[in-house]
């Protein structure tokens, strides 16, 4: 089965641009969350989709947003780009069935903003 | 609210030496426990996981207990090897159907041959 994977691998953009990531969850999983890794703040979540709706939520502004599509697929984006949105973008993909289940990983997108 | 707590690294260690990577977690509800692992330039995989207390995950060598009275889930493996080099976080979750992971800080294990 084909794990989760992340479009683009990376990206250069420039303050005041916006940005859109992609990630395609494991085939069956309808639940997308996004994290956002720093060196300084390490893995923060972002959010949840499920079933094309937004489940859950993170302390980030309103600058992040995402959607889902009917097939799971999943986009993240952000706008009026800051130097300190330079990180790495995690997606991770659930069947959302079981209690606590695990969450599996994609290879991130490294994103850089000068 | 809910934290993850993980001993500072890096932690550096000779091929063969014995592992332990303290965590320890703080929680409103009842969590379920995890360490994963990040290889360079890689996102995170699953390592081993614990449901309830005194249950032990393990996998690839290595161990961890769910020790509820001490809040603790330390990783340990007694003999590790170079590629065994990456880092570490451990993290929960409380949610029903776990989509809100809490993640410690990581820590960064180099071993040398």
Known sequence: KAGVTQTPRYLIKTRG???????????????????????????????EYFSETQRNKGNFPGRFSGRQFSNSRSEMNVSTLELGDSALYLCASSTRLEYQETQYFGPGTRLLVL | GDSVTQMEGPVTLSEEAFLTINCTYTATGYPSLFWYVQYPGEGLQL???????????????????????????????????????????????????????????????????
């Not at chain 2, 161990?63 to 880092?87: I, M, N």
């Not at chain 2, 451990?90 to 776990?98: F, H, I, K, R």
């Open chain 1, 17 to 47: 641009q916006q940005v859109t990531l992609s990630c395609s969850p494991i085939s069956g999983h309808r639940s997308v969350s996004w994290y956002q890794q720093t060196p300084g703040q390490g893995l923060q979540f972002l959010f």
């Open chain 2, 47 to 113: 390592l081993l996981k614990a449901t309830k207390a005194d249950d032990k995950g393990s996998n690839k060598g290595f161990e961890a207990t769910y020790r509820k009275e001490t809040t603790s889930f330390h990783l340990e493996k007694g003999s590790v090897q170079v590629s065994d080099s990456a880092v570490y976080f451990c993290a929960l979750t409380v949610d029903n159907y776990g989509q809100n992971f809490v993640f410690g800080p990581g820590t960064r294990l180099s071993v040398l041959p």
